[in-house]
C-alpha cells in the first residue's frame, strides 16, 4: 500500500483541504486549519515570547532562536507542510482561538500500512490553561482515528516536560516505554517517555466531547459554561493566501526552485554496498542483497522456534504465498532502485554460502539518528549463533559508519531467549507497546528494547 492510499475505505488520499472546527470550550471558540503565510507575524511573536516553555523540548539546530523564526523559514515550513498534506504523510493544523493564530498541532507520520502516526503540539502560553491544547489534541485524534482510520497514535514527550507529562493522560495517551537518548533537544539528546492511544482507547462519543464535558465540569462557574460540546458550523479556508511581502515572494519562488533542483539532501539517502564478517562466526556474511538469493529464499523453512523474528505460521502453503518468484523480484527491483532509502535498509545475511535470512533497519530518521532492527534467521540445525553474531554486526556497523545514535527492537513479550541475545549485546529493555505492527507487518503486543550509541561503546 503506498504512502497515498487510504488506510481503510472511504478516507481521504490527501489531507490538504482539512479543516476541524470550531468546537468551543468555556466560551473559547477553537478551528484546527492549515497554516498560512498570514500567520508568520503570531507564529513569531509567540514563540519568541515563550521561548523557555518551547526550546529545551524542540529539536537541536546551529541556528539561535530569533534566526529560527525568520519569515523565509515560515513559508518554506507552510510550503513543504502542504506538500505532505497533499501525499497524506502529515496533518500539520496552526490552532486558531477566537479567530487569532495560537499555536500548532501536527499528526504525522502517518502510515497507512500499519495504521500509526505520530503527534506533536505547542500552544500559546497566554491561552495554555484554558482547555486549549487538550481540545486540539482530541479533535486531532477523532480525525485520526475515525476518518482516516488509524488504529495507534504516539506522542514522545521529554522526560523533562512537566506539564506535558501531565497533561497526556488527561485527554487519554498511556505511557508504554522511557525510550532512553530519543531525540536531539534542547541542546542534547534526551529521554522520552512514548505515549500511546489505540482504538481500544475510543470513548463512545469521541475524545473531543469527553475532553470538553470533563474540562467544564471542572472549571465552569456556571455562567462561564457556554457550550455544550457540539461541533459549530464550519466556514472553510483553503490554501496558504497569497505572499505579500518580499521577503514571502522570495522565499516561495526560492522553494520551489530548489524542489525542481532536486537538492542532493532531498534525494533517498544512499550508501556504499555493505558487506559484514565476524571472526566469531567465520562463514556468515551480512550484505547488501542479490537477485541470486531469490531460490534459496524460498527453499528456506523456519526450523529453529527460538530464532530471532521467524514466522509463526511455517506451513508450506502460507509460506509459498509471499515468495513467490514474482513477489521476490518485484521487492528487488523496488529495493534496487533505491536500495537504501530514508525509511529502510534491507540486508542478507549469508552462512557458508548459503542464504540463511534477511537483516536490517526500518523506519530510519537519519534527522534524530534513530531506527529500528529486524532480524530474521534460519539458523539451522546445530548452529545457533546466526542471530547474535548478526546483531553484533548490525549494531557495529549502526554506530560506526552508519552514523546512528540509537537502535531499538520490538520482540514478543514470550521470545525468552531473544531477550537473553539482547541482553547479552547491551539492549535493555524499554516497554511494551500495544497494537503494533512489527517490520514484518503483524499485529500485536511487543516488548521494546534498545541501546544507545554512548551504551555501545562502554558495553563493547
Given at each position: 500500500?503506498?504512502?497515498?492510499?487510504?488506510?481503510?475505505?472511504?478516507?481521504?488520499?490527501?489531507?490538504?483541504?482539512?479543516?476541524?472546527?470550531?468546537?468551543?470550550?468555556?466560551?473559547?471558540?477553537?478551528?484546527?486549519?492549515?497554516?498560512?503565510?498570514?500567520?508568520?507575524?503570531?507564529?513569531?511573536?509567540?514563540?519568541?515570547?515563550?521561548?523557555?516553555?518551547?526550546?529545551?523540548?524542540?529539536?537541536?539546530?546551529?541556528?539561535?532562536?530569533?534566526?529560527?523564526?525568520?519569515?523565509?523559514l515560515w513559508v518554506r515550513e507552510c510550503?513543504?507542510?502542504?506538500?505532505?498534506?497533499?501525499?497524506?504523510?502529515?496533518?500539520?493544523?496552526?490552532?486558531?482561538?477566537?479567530?487569532?493564530?495560537?499555536?500548532?498541532c501536527n499528526l504525522g507520520s502517518i502510515?497507512?500500512?500499519?495504521?500509526?502516526?505520530?503527534?506533536?503540539?505547542?500552544?500559546?502560553?497566554?491561552?495554555?490553561?484554558?482547555?486549549?491544547?487538550?481540545?486540539?489534541?482530541?479533535?486531532?485524534?477523532?480525525?485520526?482515528?475515525?476518518?482516516?482510520?488509524?488504529?495507534?497514535?504516539?506522542?514522545?514527550?521529554?522526560?523533562?516536560?512537566?506539564?506535558?507529562?501531565?497533561?497526556?493522560?488527561?485527554?487519554?495517551y498511556r505511557r508504554e516505554a522511557v525510550?532512553?537518548?530519543?531525540?536531539?533537544?534542547?541542546?542534547?539528546?534526551?529521554?522520552?517517555?512514548?505515549?500511546?492511544?489505540?482504538?481500544?482507547?475510543?470513548?463512545?462519543?469521541?475524545?473531543?466531547?469527553?475532553?470538553?464535558?470533563?474540562?467544564?465540569?471542572?472549571?465552569?462557574?456556571?455562567?462561564?459554561?457556554?457550550?455544550?460540546?457540539?461541533?459549530?458550523?464550519?466556514?472553510?479556508?483553503?490554501?496558504?493566501?497569497?505572499?505579500?511581502?518580499?521577503?514571502?515572494?522570495?522565499?516561495?519562488?526560492?522553494?520551489?526552485?530548489?524542489?525542481?533542483?532536486?537538492?542532493?539532501?532531498?534525494?533517498?539517502?544512499?550508501?556504499?554496498?555493505?558487506?559484514?564478517?565476524?571472526?566469531?562466526?567465520?562463514?556468515?556474511?551480512?550484505?547488501?542483497?542479490?537477485?541470486?538469493?531469490?531460490?534459496?529464499?524460498?527453499?528456506?523453512?523456519?526450523?529453529?522456534?527460538?530464532?530471532?523474528?521467524?514466522?509463526?505460521?511455517?506451513?508450506?502453503?502460507?509460506?509459498?504465498?509471499?515468495?513467490?518468484?514474482?513477489?521476490?523480484?518485484?521487492?528487488?527491483?523496488?529495493?534496487?532502485?533505491?536500495?537504501?532509502?530514508?525509511?529502510?535498509?534491507?540486508?542478507?545475511?549469508?552462512?557458508?554460502?548459503?542464504?540463511?535470512?534477511?537483516?536490517?533497519?526500518?523506519?530510519?530518521?537519519?534527522?534524530?539518528?534513530?531506527?529500528?532492527?529486524?532480524?530474521?534467521?534460519?539458523?539451522?540445525?546445530?548452529?545457533?549463533?546466526?542471530?547474535?553474531?548478526?546483531?553484533?554486526?548490525?549494531?557495529?556497523?549502526?554506530?560506526?559508519?552508519?552514523?546512528?545514535?540509537?537502535?531499538?527492537?520490538?520482540?514478543?513479550?514470550?521470545?525468552?531467549?531473544?531477550?537473553?541475545?539482547?541482553?547479552?549485546?547491551?539492549?535493555?529493555?524499554?516497554?511494551?507497546?500495544?497494537?503494533?505492527?512489527?517490520?514484518?507487518?503483524?499485529?500485536?503486543?511487543?516488548?521494546?528494547?534498545?541501546?544507545?550509541?554512548?551504551?555501545?561503546?562502554?558495553?563493547?
Open positions: 500500500m503506498s504512502p497515498q492510499s487510504s488506510p481503510r475505505s472511504g478516507a481521504p488520499r490527501s489531507l490538504a483541504h482539512a479543516r476541524l472546527g470550531p468546537r468551543t470550550v468555556l466560551g473559547h471558540t477553537l478551528v484546527l486549519r492549515h497554516p498560512e503565510f498570514a500567520d508568520f507575524a503570531d507564529w513569531r511573536r509567540i514563540r519568541l515570547r515563550d521561548r523557555q516553555s518551547i526550546e529545551p523540548f524542540w529539536e537541536t539546530s546551529p541556528l539561535d532562536w530569533d534566526e529560527r523564526h525568520s519569515e523565509k510550503l513543504a507542510r502542504r506538500e505532505s498534506s497533499r501525499a497524506g504523510r502529515d496533518l500539520s493544523m496552526a490552532i486558531e482561538v477566537d479567530g487569532r493564530f495560537a499555536g500548532q502510515d497507512p500500512r500499519t495504521g500509526s502516526a505520530e503527534m506533536g503540539i505547542w500552544v500559546d502560553t497566554e491561552v495554555a490553561r484554558h482547555g486549549i491544547g487538550g481540545l486540539a489534541v482530541t479533535m486531532i485524534l477523532d480525525y485520526g482515528f475515525d476518518t482516516l482510520g488509524l488504529r495507534r497514535v504516539t506522542a514522545p514527550i521529554c522526560t523533562e516536560n512537566v506539564a506535558a507529562t501531565r497533561g497526556a493522560p488527561l485527554v487519554g525510550m532512553a537518548e530519543y531525540l536531539d533537544v534542547g541542546g542534547r539528546h534526551k529521554d522520552h517517555a512514548l505515549w500511546a492511544v489505540t482504538r481500544d482507547c475510543i470513548p463512545p462519543n469521541g475524545f473531543a466531547t469527553r475532553w470538553i464535558g470533563r474540562y467544564e465540569d471542572e472549571h465552569s462557574t456556571g455562567s462561564a459554561r457556554t457550550s455544550s460540546g457540539v461541533p459549530q458550523p464550519n466556514t472553510p479556508r483553503h490554501g496558504l493566501g497569497v505572499p505579500r511581502t518580499a521577503g514571502a515572494l522570495l522565499a516561495t519562488a526560492g522553494y520551489y526552485a530548489g524542489r525542481l533542483r532536486r537538492p542532493r539532501s532531498a534525494r533517498p539517502m544512499r550508501t556504499p554496498p555493505v558487506q559484514l564478517e565476524s571472526p566469531a562466526r567465520p562463514g556468515l556474511r551480512v550484505h547488501t542483497r542479490s537477485p541470486s538469493d531469490s531460490a534459496a529464499r524460498r527453499e528456506m523453512h523456519p526450523r529453529d522456534p527460538g530464532a530471532l523474528h521467524l514466522d509463526s505460521d511455517s506451513r508450506p502453503a502460507a509460506w509459498g504465498r509471499p515468495h513467490t518468484p514474482v513477489h521476490w523480484l518485484r521487492e528487488y527491483l523496488r529495493e534496487h532502485r533505491e536500495p537504501h532509502t530514508r525509511t529502510a535498509l534491507v540486508l542478507e545475511i549469508e552462512v557458508d554460502d548459503r542464504f540463511a535470512g534477511r537483516c536490517g533497519f526500518c523506519r530510519l530518521d537519519m534527522f534524530a539518528r534513530n531506527a529500528e532492527m529486524f532480524v530474521w534467521a534460519d539458523s539451522g540445525p546445530g548452529d545457533r549463533y546466526v542471530g547474535p553474531v548478526t546483531i553484533e554486526l548490525l549494531l557495529d556497523y549502526a554506530f560506526g559508519p552508519f552514523g546512528l545514535n540509537r537502535v531499538s527492537m520490538a520482540i514478543e513479550p514470550d521470545q525468552d531467549r531473544a531477550a537473553d541475545i539482547l541482553t547479552r549485546v547491551g539492549m535493555v529493555r524499554e516497554g511494551t507497546l500495544h497494537d503494533y505492527v512489527d517490520p514484518r507487518g503483524r499485529l500485536g503486543q511487543y516488548d521494546l528494547w534498545a541501546i544507545t550509541a554512548s551504551v555501545a561503546a562502554t558495553h563493547h
